[in-house]
């Protein structure tokens, strides 16, 4: 089981508190440092400094980092047109010597796209599928060829389809609850399928669709890596689960109940629920990012401890 770390710097983070945490990340043995893609902040909070965009973080931390994997959960779609947003991660996956992986999802919060002028359409999973035709397709196009597309959203022509990225190929991760079409998109797109904050119950059902519509089209279901996200809650004892959860204004007993909190035993054994569903991934969602004594705890109690 791969742990990552997942954070959500609209709440309230600073590239040096990111740079911070990703340093952490790595040195502590994790996998990847992931982040969010918003630019409003949720609930309480004042959310300050402000927002920090996705892309040029991750642009940052991959001349600052040389081991981790670097992505998104996930890159909204309706921020960026897919042929710019190609350049942008093929730019950074060559400034992190190939070590980028891009979660692309159709974008729902509809208040930050209004806070900063983004245009909301009502047709974004629409758009979505058109946006993972155009990104894979300029990857995936030949050196000294071109790229045509001519879609409902978008028209592509004559594009040099560049640059490529360090990799001969870009994990694209998708995810979500959808029972139709996001476990299609998934069969079709994805290297990753990512359900974030589900129950063990929900995740098996979820990990099944996108495996049936995989066998669907005749891809081999085993080719995905499937993958979840919850909320991280970790303490040695029953005060520092409490303090930590007080300190994201949650309680210990609904985090035990939706998240991956308690004792590190307690949390070892609830990833273990998740592996049987065919989990091998798993994303921490760190929301309190200045409490690196959290980190600590986890690479050293709970990390071990895993396939």
């Known amino acids: 089981m791969d742990l990552r770390i997942f954070t959500e710097p609209q709440q309230g983070a600073s590239y040096d508190t990111l740079l911070t945490v990703a340093k952490a990340t790595e040195e502590l043995g994790f ?97 979505l599928e058109e946006q993972l035709e155009i990104v894979t397709g300029l990857w995936s196009t ?53 359900i974030p904050f589900a129950s063990v119950e929900d995740t098996a059902r979820q990990f099944g669709r996108v495996r049936e519509a995989a066998e669907a089209i005749g891809r081999a279901p085993d080719e995905l890596v499937y993958s979840n996200a919850m909320v991280a809650c970790v303490g040695k004892d029953e005060a520092e689960i409490a303090r930590r959860a007080a300190a994201i204004g949650r309680e210990p007993d609904e985090l035990r109940a939706n998240g991956l909190s308690g004792t590190p035993a307690e949390v070892v054994d609830k990833i273990g629920r998740y592996a049987e569903t065919g989990s091998s991934r798993m994303y921490l969602q760190i929301l309190d990012l200045h409490d690196l004594d959290h980190l600590e705890l986890i690479s050293s109690d709970v990390l071990p401890q895993l396939d």
């Open 31 to 127: 996998d990847a440092f992931f982040r969010s893609d918003h630019y409003l902040k949720m609930g309480g909070g004042d959310g300050l400094p402000g927002p920090t965009d996705a892309w040029i973080t991750l642009a940052g931390l991959a001349r600052e980092t040389r081991r981790i994997r670097l992505g998104t959960l996930m890159t909204a779609g309706t921020f960026r047109l897919p042929g710019v947003l190609a350049i942008e991660v093929a730019q950074v996956d060559q400034m992190s010597g190939g070590r980028v992986e891009l979660g692309l999802g159709a974008g729902w919060y509809e208040e930050e796209h209004a806070a900063y002028g983004i245009p909301f359409p009502k047709e974004r999973f629409a758009r």
């Open 142 to 194: 030949p050196a000294g060829q071109t790229y045509d597309h001519h879609g409902t959203f978008y028209q592509l022509t004559g594009s040099p389809a560049l640059p490529k990225p360090a990799q001969p190929k870009v994990p694209v991760l998708i995810g979500g609850h959808g029972a139709k079409r996001t476990p299609r998109l998934a069969a079709r797109y994805a290297d990753e399928f990512n």
